[in-house]
């Protein structure tokens, strides 16, 4: 549960912004339905507070093992994840939100509600993903006292699927294509059939050469249908895009997290 250091190539502009921490959590199967009631009324409400989203929750299905939960959180850069992290740390950007009064005052009712969750974990890890803003659809700041919460994340519901996707390139040059090919052509072709883009970003722990989207789908059925392989009544710019992407991709893994919560606005 301890928070580390990373030392980060910086982005294009020189500076490292929004994130995306992919937390898998060991808790016995017992207790998930107490952990994921703790988190969905009072951990992640509570982060909204502070300008967090926590954007998809659920377990790996299909080949995943199913022995964790996972969470994807979105925050405003590395300073935004260490504020909300309180206990962890003496540096003074660690657990900051825990020492504001007007953030403790707005989630004063909701802490009692997570204050056992803790307990509940064996342990976790982190997994954080730089992602690309012009890309990325999460909504989220560093809560100040001129600012309110972050907007209620949209979500699919409670057995939906959000699909997982890394990418690795023989260079950046090519990931870069890539990701023009992806945002102009597939993904305007999955949203008009109705899924919902989260976001592209690069694990903080690899190359430049591989990036990682996040989409989420209303059920499996409809992942099949159009998030898997373009929809058959898509147009041709739609497969060519699609075939580009495989033929230039040096692997493409994919898994999909079957979303265990109702929490989020369903719109």
Same mark, same amino acid.
């Given at each position: 549960?301890?928070?580390?250091?990373?030392?980060?190539?910086? &982005?294009?502009?020189?500076?490292?912004?929004?994130?995306? $921490?992919?937390?898998?959590?060991?808790?016995?199967?017992?207790?998930?339905?107490?952990?994921?009631?703790?988190?969905?009324?009072?951990?992640?409400?509570?982060?909204?507070?502070?300008?967090?989203?926590?954007?998809?929750?659920?377990?790996?299905?299909?080949?995943?093992?199913?022995?964790? $939960?996972?969470?994807?959180?979105?925050?405003?850069?590395?300073?935004?994840?260490?504020?909300?992290?309180?206990?962890?740390?003496?540096?003074?950007? $660690?657990?900051?939100?825990?020492?504001?009064?007007?953030?403790?005052?707005?989630?004063?009712?909701?802490?009692?509600?997570?204050?056992?969750?803790?307990?509940?974990?064996?342990?976790?890890?982190?997994?954080?993903?730089?992602?690309?803003?012009?890309?990325?659809?999460?909504? $989220?700041?560093?809560?100040?006292?001129?600012?309110?919460?972050?907007?209620?994340?949209?979500?699919?519901?409670?057995?939906?699927?959000?699909?997982?996707?890394?990418?690795?390139?023989?260079?950046?040059?090519?990931?870069?294509?890539?990701?023009?090919?992806?945002?102009?052509?597939?993904?305007?072709?999955?949203?008009?059939?109705?899924?919902?883009?989260?976001?592209?970003?690069?694990?903080?722990?690899?190359?430049?050469?591989?990036?990682?989207?996040?989409?989420?789908?209303?059920?499996?059925?409809?992942?099949?249908?159009?998030?898997?392989?373009?929809?058959?009544?898509?147009?041709?710019?739609?497969?060519?895009?699609?075939?580009?992407?495989?033929?230039?991709?040096?692997?493409?893994?994919?898994?999909?997290?079957?979303?265990?919560?109702?929490?989020? &606005?369903?719109?």
């Amino acid at each position: 549960m301890g928070i580390f250091t990373l030392y980060l190539k910086p &982005t294009a502009n020189g500076s490292i912004k929004m994130i995306l $921490v992919q937390r898998h959590f060991h808790v016995a199967k017992a207790n998930r339905t107490s952990f994921e009631r703790m988190s969905s009324g009072g951990l992640w409400p509570a982060m909204r507070e502070m300008g967090v989203q926590m954007v998809a929750y659920g377990t790996w299905g299909f080949a995943g093992t199913g022995d964790v $939960v996972v969470t994807h959180t979105a925050y405003a850069d590395f300073d935004h994840w260490y504020a909300t992290r309180r206990g962890y740390s003496a540096s003074e950007k $660690v657990g900051a939100f825990y020492n504001d009064p007007d953030i403790l005052n707005a989630i004063n009712h909701l802490m009692p509600i997570y204050t056992e969750r803790d307990a509940l974990i064996d342990y976790s890890e982190a997994y954080p993903f730089l992602l690309d803003e012009e890309y990325s659809r999460p909504n $989220v700041h560093y809560r100040t006292s001129d600012t309110g919460p972050s907007p209620l994340p949209p979500t699919f519901g409670r057995g939906s699927i959000m699909e997982e996707i890394n990418y690795e390139f023989g260079s950046d040059a090519v990931a870069n294509e890539c990701k023009q090919q992806l945002t102009e052509f597939v993904w305007p072709e999955i949203e008009r059939n109705g899924g919902r883009v989260i976001g592209l970003g690069t694990s903080a722990l690899a190359n430049n050469n591989t990036f990682t989207t996040f989409i989420s789908y209303p059920s499996f059925r409809e992942y099949v249908e159009y998030g898997r392989v373009p929809h058959m009544n898509s147009e041709s710019s739609v497969h060519e895009a699609w075939q580009s992407i495989r033929q230039s991709s040096q692997s493409m893994n994919r898994r999909l997290l079957i979303v265990g919560s109702d929490y989020g &606005t369903n719109s």
